[in-house]
Structure formats: C-alpha cells, structure tokens
C-alpha cells in the first residue's frame, strides 16, 4: 500500500497568523475570541489550555469577562467592532486578509449601484461577515436561490464568493445568472482564495492516483468539506476525519494507493500525526516497507 501527502494542503497563512496571533504570550488569560478562532477542535483546545476564552458570538458579549477580545479569521461586520468597541473592549482583529479583501470588494461594487450578491453559504461565519454590513443583499449556494434574484426587482448585479467554495460550482452558478432574463448586467469578481484553490486542485490531482482518501479537518469546517465533495465528485472512497482516534483500520484492507489531505485550519502536527499512525497501519498490514512513502 502506498501512502501519498496531497501536494498542497494543511494551514493557509490566514490560519497561522491568527493562531500565532492568539497564542501570543501577551494575551494568556487576558484575551476573549469572540467565535472560533479557526473552525479546527485541537487548534481551540490549544487556546483554552494557553488561557484563551471563547464565547459563541457577539449575542454573549455580557458573558465577556477580559477587557481584550479578538475576531476570528473569518472575520466579522464592521458594526461588530464597532459594538464591542463601544462595550468598552480592546479589540483585535486577526481577520484573514483574504477575507478582508471580500468585504472591501463587495462595498465597491454596491458604490457602483449594483446589487450585492454572496456565493455562499448563508449561516456561515464568513458570509454574515460579509453581508453584516450591508443594507440589502443576496445569498446563492445553489440553484434553488437563483429566484430570489428575481424577487429583488434589480438587473445589475455584483458578484463575489465565500472564499472556501468551489470555483467550478461558484462559475457554474454565475453563468446561470448571467442567463437570467431579469439580469442585465453582471459584474462578478472571483474571491475564492488561493490556498482554498491549491488544496482543491492539489485533492483533485491525487484523486486520480489513489483508492483511498483520508480528509482532515474539523467537521465544522467549511473548506475541508469542500476536499470531502471533490472525492465524492470523483468516485473516491474518503473518510473525513478530525484526529487519529477516529482512523479504522478496517478503511485500509485491500487498498493499493491512500492518499491524505487536510483543510486550511488543520496544524501540521495533527496531519503528522495521522500520516504517521497510517503508515504504521500499512505495517500492521504487512505491507512491504519500500511501498510506502
């Protein structure tokens, strides 16, 4: 049985600066996050251990007991800030800047009069981020929203995307609306991030090679889930795990090629450690050592 890393995968600079950020020796017990920092269990329980509170939202804000508080790497509307600021709270922000560049882009294009539109999905962090600041707006995650379009009564639309989507099912869905008979004009700028796209394409590729995939990242996470649909996508037998715990070597009999793969809130360490325990699994297998790499 051969064992294959996928060529790009793991955490995106966005992740590592906000953990590095929250782990920051200045902070300890001193610090609230309000959210999760980054959607990954063993990343938050590292923060709990170094001292770091967390509470669910904003909607907790009285059960904030530290006088710092940080926004996650999804980010957050500006009038969150704005209200914790005026609660009294030293805010830091350790918003991915790719994230960032969402917000800013969305507001530009309602400065040119088009109507806002999110690829997305509406009850993610990320994109109540990005719409709370906005008067009205669109959320699409698929066919099934495109009417909503119609029900606004507008006919230019500007178009950006949650960052963890998948280019082709986001292009998909533009080109829909752009064959909308209510839609005159359509201004859609791709936001879907780079590191999203690398770990796409990079499962993607391996895909073709293996039998076997193993996907890590939080459950909650929505770019590790993403992995997850392109394996399915591609008729790929995956298991979407968190930790080594949740490995069964049950997965591994008979398999020629497993490939791994983690989400962009996934530490090195916790893909180190499950690449580790299936190798030792393909031992246990008695498969011959020069197999595996």
Not at 51 to 66: E, F, P, Q, R, Y
Not at 81 to 92: S, W
Request: aromatic residues 4%; contains cysteine.
């Amino acid at each position: 049985m051969k064992v294959s890393l996928a060529s790009a995968l793991g955490t995106c600079f966005g992740v590592k600066d906000a953990i590095n950020l929250a782990m920051d020796p200045q902070f300890k017990s001193e610090l609230t996050i309000v959210g999760q920092l980054v959607h990954n269990r063993q990343v938050n329980e590292s923060l709990k251990k170094n001292g770091v509170a967390l509470v669910n939202d904003i909607d907790d804000i009285d059960s904030i007991k530290t006088k710092k508080v940080m926004i996650t790497a999804h980010g957050a509307a500006e009038k969150i800030k704005e209200k914790l600021r005026d609660a009294g709270f030293i805010v830091y922000d350790a918003s991915c800047p790719l994230v960032m560049r969402v917000h800013k882009t969305i507001k530009a294009l309602v400065e040119k009069k088009y109507f806002p539109v999110v690829i997305g999905q509406k009850d993610h962090v990320e994109v109540k981020g990005i719409v709370g600041d906005l008067e009205e707006y669109v959320v699409i995650n698929d066919e099934n929203d495109l009417e909503k379009l119609r029900a606004v009564k507008k006919r230019k639309f500007g178009i950006v995307s949650q960052t963890t989507q998948q280019p082709e099912r986001v292009e998909s869905l533009v080109k829909k609306i752009m064959e909308m008979d209510c839609v005159d004009e359509v201004n859609f700028i791709n936001t879907i991030c780079q590191p999203t796209r690398d770990r796409q394409i990079a499962v993607r590729e391996l895909a073709d090679l293996v039998d076997l995939m193993i996907v890590i990242g939080g459950y909650n996470s929505s770019n590790t889930k993403k992995l997850v649909q392109v394996c399915e996508e591609k008729k790929i037998e995956s298991h979407h795990i968190e930790s080594t715990s949740q490995l069964n070597r049950e997965w591994f009999v008979n398999k020629k090629h497993v490939g791994i793969t983690a989400g962009t809130s996934t530490p090195e360490y916790v893909i180190n450690d499950v690449h580790k325990e299936i190798l030792k699994i393909a031992e246990e297998l008695k498969v011959p050592e020069e197999q595996v790499v």
